[in-house]
């Protein structure tokens, strides 16, 4: 008895949830990117300032560290972010 009356709603539009966003972690800065800028990158290592090339050139993202050549054996299987 009471067809339900066809309602062609749903076939207005045509999927528009995309193309929004983009671009919005450009300005959320990660916590190492700030520690590295806190950190006095190239300067001399602490613990091998007795030794050449220990500019401490090297940045350890696990560590949150800059560290120096010498320093870098303990390092190796951590993700690191090399500067020059
Ligand atoms: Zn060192
Ligand atoms: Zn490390």
Redesign the pocket.
């Known amino acids: 008895m009471n067809m339900m009356s066809y309602n062609s709603n749903n076939s207005s539009g045509g999927g528009g949830g995309y193309g929004h966003g983009g671009g919005e972690d450009m300005n959320v800065k990660p916590a190492w990117l700030e520690r590295l800028m806190a950190e006095t990158f190239f300067g001399g290592?602490g613990?091998?300032q007795n030794q050449r090339k220990?500019e401490k050139n090297i940045f350890c993202l696990h560590c949150c560290l800059s560290?120096?050549p010498?320093?870098l054996s303990s390092h190796r299987p951590h993700p690191l972010l090399q500067g020059n």
Do not use: P, S, Y
Request: charged residues 0%.
């Open positions: 290592c613990v091998h220990n560290i120096c010498h320093c």
